[in-house]
């Protein structure tokens, strides 16, 4: 026994797990044992009673954001397969890609939240009795929140692959199925990265709003921090309310740490660039799974497999890569054919549509209708205006200090990611406590959780801006006023417009929740389009929801093409600073 | 070390002795390229003009080949058709034989940008292309190992890219390329993205391994626009004409390894080469003629700043030229390749400023008083040589004149320009002409609203 230890502790150093091992494996476990714990509620049947029953005892809350936190990672992992296979379809198959840009392109601009109900009773009638009808919907309405821009990037990644990298792979022989892993997906990796982190930020918000919904008579709640909320909301708990903030901060907070920084880090391998760059991101979590040495040696084993995998050819033999053949003509007959298809389809889908709303609503309906977007726009452009005289500034100021700026950067993207319809309530009490306009005070809620993604534009702009311009700046003594409109703003405003945009779209979607609220049994609404579809949901009123969400939409799409679009241009092709 | 340097030594020895002979004597054909026709896509989609024009190579077992051409000439092109990446428009090509129609697996290619996957370590990049063939992973590992020893890069094994300088990565390509055992190096520029020294450590340790039969390889095919270079290391050298790429010379050289650039000899070849392509160029054999009528809009203009083009004409102009400068010596005191001095030399041929023969440069009359010239006189003596000269300005001044308020839109030429060229050519092509015009004072240019104008806003 004794020489057994001896032995043992002559064994190479290089064998033993070292600390590092037992707190990775500790990390491991504890998400297995999350997972399983919270995946154990999802097949009960809609009328048990655990299933819907809300408790406000503050013990449940880890549980519920459980769950919550769950719902969001399937439909990350829905997303994830959307966009692998719409945008692949999108950039290889030239017809595929008439029909499936301006396709999402249409589906960023459309208010998600305002289809809950659709989405709702369409995977309720799909699994009849059972709460994975319910969680299906909630998590359909999360994966329509992330999918769009994360398919956008890997498809612009996609068409944008390095021609040398593409003809290496030619040369080699690799196959459709090896270039996808060993090119194509690497180098879509950090913009794809960059947009699963824009996506799970704002993918809290719609957690929280599809957790609780009633369409019609049906009422459901499904175990999370959003049905937590809207329960403290009906039984005018402001206690819970707090604890239920806390706790989704408490979330992001270690969602940051857990996930964010480790794929962040994960993402930098995979720039193109070929200069090592100057910042380099940094996870605790990433160097104590580096440093172990066992689950190293034990995770060799799978990766080699998952390596192996995507060496595989997967090809039957025939399917040689071909010489690109530049002279190959496109048959303009089949295109022809083939957009023809398409017009006609979507008239039909027009003509199905402008009937399904024409028996039921007047012209007078789609009047209101335009009359209340435009009200709901006046609100998004006064607060984006609002946002950016106060931000600009303050993102200016911390910008101009690094080492500040190191501090309040991640506070900025903490508190874009954190869904501001989790303080909706506090608002509302105010609201209700004073006797506010809430076509006023309601408008600031629209803009709470949105004007983040200016500030930390802002901000980073700031940092960019090259310190040679700064001293030129300085030595020829320009100040005051003339500082602020030659120098900076034109410096930072390709990153204000970015900033600008995400704000904007998110405002939009903030409009449904924002503009009808409700504190116990009163309820506050503003004049917009958002309170419309939302009364119009409670009702279950599906053709006032159809008019007010393909109205809005129309509006937002306009929106972004006739101010956006341009500023971007403008941005992109006079303000660039490298 | 010692023993492989005196290795080394000896063999290159014996094969300078008797580089040709050591070869068979009818050396087997690798590659043979017939009548290969390609052509640039304009921006409406049309065929345009030619890129390579009925250009016929034929590459044996033994020998370095270089295309030596400007931009414009095609010899890129010529490569990704010979590798099998681009089917040409017209033309056969057959490899050991076998006619050509998709990538050749005994082709391996050595990029000017290096293409490495920066998220894979230098081992992964080297063993990619042989575990994409289904090379078992020991026997991978073995062959790239191998390889990455040949090139001397032992000890960056498990480096990623973006941690190597540009020598070592671009050693990381010719090991991926070594290590699938091809029959043909195809290289393009590899050397030209590396500082001078860099690239020359990287020459010799390859023409080293070259003549000790080191390499796998049993021909290479570089691209390169330096002539020094090519005649260090080829055994044969095809110039390629501009627009459209046409062979116009074939050079053997049989100077023997290692070659030193100081012999007489080897600066007689250079001088050689420079006066061929400085050469006008010879009218289409009968029968050949563009298929496009030769139009006045149908010239590209290359992006040249006028900043350089006065200096060229000041340094012609001093001594020690003296308003006739030898290219060769032109381009060693002003450290640069062919592919920067000739667009140079052709743009101040084209503004009757200068003219090029015999491998030399000598500045005309105009060239002269140019030099001479304040500020104020070289804006309107270059304007005046753009009217006379260069048809696109000419025709933009036309327009100009004839409107009523004197403005034009962009577009509108570029639109012209894309029935000659591609998009990308037609957008440089106005892009020069709208720096040129500025700087000759023919007219303004607004970039916001993308508009020409005859005055300057006040």
Redesign the interface.
Known sequence: MFSRFVSFAYLDRGVRPNPYDFAAFILLLSAFVALAYGSRGLTLPLSAPEATAITLDYAALPYYALRTTLRMFAAMGASLVFTFIYATLAAKSRRAELVLIPLLDILQSVPILGFLSFTVTFFLQLFPGSMLGAECAAVFAIFTSQAWNMAFSFYQSLRNL?R??V??S??????PW?KFW??ET?FA?PSLIWNMMMSMSGGWFFVVASEAISVGNTTIKLPGIGSYLAQAIEMRRIDAVVAAVATMAIVILLYDQFLFRPLVVFGG????????SQTKEHSWVADLFSRTRWLSAIMTVPVEFLS?LA?L?LEPGFL????????EHPSRVLDLLWISVLALGSLLALRYVIAFIGNNLTFDDIRESVILTSFTMIRVIVLMVLATIVWVPVGVYIGLRPTLAEKVQPLTQFLAAFPANVVFPIAVVLIVRYQLNPDIWLSFLIIFGTQWYILFNVIAGTTAFPNDLKEAARAFGIKGWHWWISVILPGIFPYYVTGALTASGGSWNAAIVAEYVKWGDVTIAAHGIGAYISEATVAGDYPRIVLGVGVMAIFVILFNRLLWRPLFGLAE??LRLD | MVETRANAFQSSNQSSQAPVQTRPETPKILVEAKNICQSYRTGSGETGPMVLDHVSLTLHEGEIIGLLGRSGSGKSSLLRIISGLVQPAAGSLTYLGEPVTGPVDGVAIVFQSFALFPWLSVLANVELGLRARKVGREEARARALKAIDLIGLDGFESAYPKELSGGMRQRVGFARALVVDPNILLMDEPFSALDVLTAETLRTDLLDLWVESRLPIKSILMVTHNIEEAVLMCNRIVVLSSNPGRISAEIPVTLPHPRNRLDPEFRQLVDKIYALMTKRPEPAPPGREPVQPTHTLAMSLPIISTNTLAGMIEEIAADPYNGSAPLPELADSLQMEIDDLFPVGETLQLLHFAELGDGAIRLTPQGLRFADEEVDVRKQLFGAHLLAHVPLAAHIKAVLDERQNHRARASRFLEELEDYMSDDYAEQTLKSVINWGRYGELFAYDENSATFSLEDPH
């Open positions: 390095p040398d990298l003809e290496v030619n040369g080699f022989h690799l196959s090896q060993q090119l690497p990796m391998k995979f720039r193109v660039e070929l200069s090592a192996s060496l050819r040689r890569p071909k010489a690109t053949d530049k002279h092709r006079r």
